[in-house]
């Protein structure tokens, strides 16, 4: 079995897909292979210096996300384009890891872990969307505090993301991550019990 694991930005993502990893689920992050395919020397990279410039590269050649971040959040043109450069590569390394993982335990469930999936059009792809959720206000307040933004560079963010709530009603399984840790690892444990019956 496998399922798509997304939720809002600072919605607490991470923290569900380690709990159900420790309950034996393999985990694919869009995040770690995103930055894979930002390496010095991937062609995904050379793409994106060719189509935004110099500056969004450090002296050494690593990618500088605060500068390229400035670019795209704040003009959906220039997001597009960097969607349209590194959304297609992330969907095929992602898609060549799950089938992979399939193929050596076909029991074990899979979690693809993707911020963007309903916006890239990804549900599809997967048996069952699970949601990490929380209210905006407490996503915003999150989200300042994690990566000490403003309130509108912070507003900016979640305006690039579709709607929390919107993404709440779409949910095949609902993880409310608006309480405490144990509340939401409780969650789990139902979740995967159900799985097991």
Do not use: C
């Amino acid at each position: 079995m496998n399922i798509g694991l997304t939720g809002g930005i600072a919605t607490g993502k991470s923290t569900v897909s380690q709990m159900l990893v420790a309950r034996g689920a393999a985990l694919i992050d869009a995040d770690v292979v995103a930055r894979r395919i930002m390496e010095p020397g991937h062609p995904v990279l050379a793409k994106v210096v060719e189509r935004f410039g110099e500056t969004v590269l450090l002296a050494d050649g690593q990618l500088n996300r605060k500068r390229l971040g400035e670019i795209v959040f704040s003009d959906p043109v220039e997001r597009k384009a960097l969607e349209d450069i590194t959304h297609p590569a992330i969907r095929r390394e992602m898609k060549a890891e799950l089938e992979a993982l399939e193929q050596e335990n076909p029991e074990r469930l899979v979690v693809a872990d993707i911020p963007l999936l309903y916006e890239s059009g990804l549900e599809n792809l997967y048996e069952k969307i699970m949601v990490v959720y929380v209210p905006r206000s407490l996503q915003l307040e999150r989200l300042m505090q994690r990566d000490a933004l403003t309130v509108q560079e912070a507003e900016l963010r979640l305006a690039a993301q579709m709607d929390i709530e919107e993404k709440r009603r779409r949910a095949d399984i609902l993880i409310d991550n608006s309480q405490s840790y144990e509340e939401t690892e409780s969650q789990i444990d139902d979740f995967w019990r159900s799985r097991v019956l």
